[in-house]
């Protein structure tokens, strides 16, 4: 962390005391870093122990009021090789979601080009509010990374979900960064995700249950290692994550989600199937809307469609990886093995929809991961997407 610019964000949460602690971790490790604190920060914390210890003066406003000066939160956008924003308040995660630009810790966030670390600190029953869950997942849709608060005792003695992060556990998200920041510079990846929709009308399909989360949060982690990632999406309602390394392809179906990863995947480095492609498609979508009374069909036709891990795996060059996924509700290491071979994987990442908080639509996941030579992790725990995300890349940068 030697001589990395950090921009540690502070809004006004009781949390703030810690990022004290925090501060003084990025400052032992050698880093430079600038404290921008909210008017409400300024009332748990005063900008004099901050800029004792970080050695800079704290900026909070967007004027310093004697002299005139202007504090520029785009050079100091420009300046951060990372900003941190702990504690962040349901308010403050607001304002970054929407782009409320009213004070300097917003419009440096707005103009920081560096990644985002958000640790969000308040009451359980504001962290369980659906605004405060939507606002967070659009920080993640811009490809910002959520420190996700602890479970415990909170100020307001209540018991729930809303403890900010301990200080020593954000140090080490923020080290573990800078470790792997450049780790996929100049590889390319392509990652499958979402599920594929087969139509049988205009109004119908075969689908499941698949948001893409998974794979976006895979798509987020090897952009920011310095991956080229093409990330093709089926029809998902959560948005795909912005970030210009990332070109995302849309498709609707298995046929079209295999026709663009064909285009793709001769060029790649690594390809990750993380989507839930149907195994069948209707044999003849109708054209028209069918109509119970006229059509009156008492089944449908299927096809198998073409496996896309399958078929990259077939056509596998050289020292490309190649990683699927396997989801299933019983017998799980037999079964995911069997694909591994049958798909010619590299390694295969276990997730059992058996466990809690595992698999379609949680914001969490618990896998294992199966090798080609037969090796095996240990279960990973349960873990948010982006940490999962993180241990599936570490796994093949491994390899
Ligand atoms: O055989 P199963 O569908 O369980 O295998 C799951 C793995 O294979 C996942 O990595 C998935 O993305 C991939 N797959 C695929 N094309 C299919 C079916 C599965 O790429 N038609």
Redesign the pocket.
């Known amino acids: 962390m030697k001589g990395k610019h950090i921009v540690l964000g502070i809004s006004g949460g009781i949390a703030a005391y810690k990022s004290v602690s925090l501060l003084r971790l990025f400052v032992k490790a050698g880093a430079e870093v600038q404290v921008v604190i909210t008017p409400n920060g300024k009332q748990f914390i005063t900008p004099v122990t901050l800029s004792s210890l970080s050695g800079k003066p704290v900026i909070s406003e967007f004027f310093t009021a004697n002299t005139g000066e202007w504090h520029s939160h785009v050079d100091l956008g420009l300046w951060a090789d990372v900003m941190v924003v702990a504690p962040a308040t349901a308010s403050t995660i607001a304002k970054m979601a929407n782009g409320v630009a009213d004070n300097m810790l917003v419009t440096t966030y707005l103009s920081a080009k560096a990644p985002v670390f958000v640790a969000p600190a308040m009451d359980l029953d504001m962290m369980a509010h659906p605004s405060t869950t939507r606002n967070l997942d659009l920080l993640r849709s811009y490809g910002n990374h959520i420190i996700e608060p602890e479970s415990g005792e909170l100020a307001s003695g209540l018991v729930g979900k809303g403890r900010m992060e301990e200080p020593e556990k954000i140090f080490e998200c923020i080290r573990d960064f800078f470790h792997t920041r450049e780790s996929l510079k100049g590889k390319k990846v392509l990652i ?1 995700a979402g599920p ?1 929709y087969e139509r049988i009308d205009p109004v119908r399909f075969i689908g499941n249950f698949s948001t893409g989360k998974m794979g976006f949060a895979i798509a987020s982690e090897a952009a920011e290692r310095g991956a080229e990632v093409t990330l093709v999406s089926g029809p998902v309602s959560v948005e795909a994550p912005r970030h210009p390394a990332i070109n995302v392809v849309k498709v609707e179906s ?1 046929l079209e ?2 026709a663009a ?1 064909e285009k793709a995947a001769p060029e790649a480095d690594i390809a ?8 069948y498609r209707p044999a003849q979508p109708h054209e028209r809307k069918i109509k119970r009374e006229t059509d009156g069909i008492d089944s449908i036709d299927l096809v198998k ?8 795996g077939a056509a596998k060059r050289p020292g490309q990886k190649l ?6 509700t019983d017998n799980a290491d037999a ?1 995911a093995a069997d ?1 591994l071979r ?2 010619n ?1 590299d390694c ?2 276990v997730n059992s929809l058996a466990d809690k908080g595992a698999g379609f639509g949680t914001d969490t996941n618990k896998i294992k991961i199966i090798y080609a030579d037969g090796r095996q992790s240990d279960s990973f725990g349960l873990k948010s997407k982006a940490d999962v995300a993180r241990d599936i890349l570490d796994a093949i940068e491994n390899l």
């Open positions: 499958t594929t298995a989600m295999l990863c990750i199937m993380a989507a839930a492609v149907a195994d469609n073409p496996d896309i891990a399958a078929t990259l990683v699927g996924f396997a989801l299933e079964h694909k049958r798909k994987l295969i990442v």
